[in-house]
């Protein structure tokens, strides 16, 4: 069946380092979103992707959809304390698929 | 203000005994959804429901049940044939056309005594 593959599962950085999670699908998605959840809490909604190759940023964040419509990327510049949590890609199937694969989430910690 | 309520924020359950978990939206959303987070885990789908009066089973069905019979309710009831309940349950639901975007509940954390 469709799977949607995250990396790394875990990531520690200082703070002030760069950040990195990749998703990758079996298939070809109709868009892609990214979730955080904190320590504690639930997943919200970070944002959307939904054309080939699209780059959409959110202050130090930085998405990108890639060319096949198959991976992504969630990229922090900079990371502060406060970008702890998980962050989860979550792929909305092609065609008549209309059903959400999530991936295993990427757990960030951020040394002060 | 709107949003999804879900409760018990906890909920302690015996062995051998059904508990349900209310899941409230009042952001007039057609489609909801039920997971289960373990820790360290990723999201696993349990049920969903994308109109009234109609559901269809997730990934990981079996041992639990819900109904929709109101469009802001859609409860979520943990059986006794779970094996393994203890987890976080998350709610979650989307408006129409919206494209798939879900908005989620607090949570409730279930464990078994």
């Known amino acids: 069946g469709q799977q949607v593959m995250q990396i790394p599962q875990y990531q520690h950085v200082q703070e002030g380092e760069d950040f990195t999670t990749y998703c990758n699908s079996s298939t070809t998605l109709s868009n892609i979103q990214w979730y955080k959840q904190r320590p504690g809490g639930h997943p919200v909604f970070l944002i959307q992707?939904?054309?080939s190759g699209e780059v959409k940023k959110q202050k130090r964040l930085t998405f990108q959809f890639g060319e096949a419509k198959k991976n992504s990327s969630l990229h922090i510049t900079a990371t502060q304390t406060t970008d702890v949590g998980t962050y989860f890609c979550a792929g909305l199937g092609a065609g008549n698929n209309r059903k959400l694969i999530w991936g295993l989430g990427t757990s960030l910690a951020v040394n002060p | 203000d709107g949003g999804i309520t879900q409760s018990p924020k906890y909920l302690f359950r015996k062995e051998g005994q059904n508990v349900t978990l209310s899941c409230e939206q009042n952001?007039?959303?057609?489609?909801m959804y039920w997971y289960r987070q373990d820790p360290g885990q990723g999201l696993r789908l349990i049920y969903y429901?994308?109109?009234?009066?109609?559901?269809q089973k997730g990934d990981i069905a079996e041992g639990y049940s819900v109904s929709r019979e109101k469009k802001e309710s859609f409860p979520l009831t943990v059986t006794s044939a779970q094996k393994n309940p203890t987890a976080f349950y998350l709610c979650a639901s989307r408006g129409l056309g919206q494209q798939e975007t879900q908005y989620f509940g607090p949570g409730t954390r279930l464990l078994v005594l």
């Open positions: 952001l007039n959303h057609d489609a």
């Open positions: 429901s994308q109109i009234v009066n109609d559901f």
């Open positions: 992707l939904v054309k």
